[in-house]
């Protein structure tokens, strides 16, 4: 079994005197027992407590997976910035992008409470030895792609990730809360743009319709593969990581979508689906889940171009990384011999170096390539001319 390296949990350590079971030379099994019941007793497991190795590798991979979909989740939709029909759309959009990139950052800190670097998980991601959502593997082709996003994709994102708010490891637990928060935004946000479509012209209506039936089955594969095929769920609801099953959660979705799709006029791309009185609930038709396998592999449509443009900003950002950790190195080392007066002069160049560095750069510079990068190389095929339809109403 695994060496003891830390003390295993006690409920509310430090608050009525020494921990549970804690102290020197405790046997595995002990410490196994402790994890096991502070599970049992729906307890968070923390950091600093004793974890078998699979419970933390499991958590390391899902976590991991769980960041990189959100980092990578802001290209598809981060395409339609620079081409929002409004001022209002744009200003949104942005605020949606930016949360998913603090939903990375907060899902890469959780996975470092576990002893993985973020630097270590990133170089799997770009080395495509961990996946994440074959959902970003779509393009957005039309402006009406935000809509269905905001709505079927953070909408089955909250469906998973609700749960996840009560997963038995306290960081993810706790990002869990802040990051569901804001996908409820997201989410609103995308049913909002779609109904601003659906009550507009012929064009935009056509639009939502052709934007829903794209998504669709997609947003149900994001639940992963059926229960009797999903080799990590038993252990993971023995862990009390994951709460429900994945059909069960599919099936949660389609009971909520129904009635919203009905409420905003678009029809949902399944001739099978019915309300099922018997089941209480709506029976829908089959997945194909040989496209999700192929996605999965790589061979979605925008597999290559998504691991590329992540590669690349990977690279263009080295120069932030290095500056930032060069001025980190400062400020600790200023701290350490106690020269304040030189700190605050030295804080005070580096402020006027950090207004004067952007207009030295100039355009070539990578600082600047984000901005341009997306409208540069549009994702997908595009559809201008829908996107121009949408200006006057959206
Ligand atoms: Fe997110
Ligand atoms: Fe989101």
Redesign the pocket.
Known sequence: MTPVTSPPRGRAAGADGPPDGSGPGLEAEDVQAAFDAAVAADERIEPRDWMPDTYRSTLVRQIAQHAHSEII?MQPEANWITRAPSLRRKAILMA?VQ??AG?GLYLYGAAETLGTSRDELLDKLHAGRQKYSSIFNYPTLTWADVGAIGWL??GA?ITNQVPLCRCSYGPYARAMVRICK??SF?QRQGYELLLALTRGTEAQRAMAQDAVDRWWWPSLMMFGPPDDESSHSAQSMAWKIKRHSNDELRQRFVDICVPQAEALGVTLPDPELRWNEERGHWDFGAIDWQEFREVLKGNGPCNEQRLHRRRTAHENGAWVREAAAAHAAKHTATHATGHTADHAADRTAADRDDRVEPAAAGPAQPNTAPDTAPDTAPDGAGAPSASRSTRSRA
């Open positions: 989740g949606k949360d998913e939903h994709v953070d994102a804001e996908e997201h």
